[in-house]
């Protein structure tokens, strides 16, 4: 195998070589789930502290209503 040949072929087996989406896909996916999530978690997190309230108030029908719209 020539010399040209063989830089020829680390060249383009090279991990540095990839295509564009290659590389970033992943990280954007990752990207995407994390804030995704935390923000559902957060909106299940306000929806959990209201029943509370509602609780500590002795308001069972704002308790009925906010469990009754999952989220």
């Known amino acids: 195998m020539s010399a040209w040949a063989r830089i020829r072929d680390r ?3 090279s991990k540095y070589n990839k ?14 789930m994390a804030v995704h999530y935390a923000e ?6 306000q929806q959990i502290l209201a029943e509370i309230k509602a609780l500590a108030e002795n308001d069972i029908a ?3 209503e906010i469990a ?3 989220r």
């Open 11 to 13: 060249v383009l087996t």
């Open 19 to 32: 295509p564009f989406p290659v590389t970033l896909l992943p990280s954007a996916i990752g990207v995407y």
């Open 40 to 45: 559902r978690q957060g909106e299940r997190q």
């Open 62 to 64: 704002a308790v009925k």
């Open 68 to 70: 009754s719209k999952p």
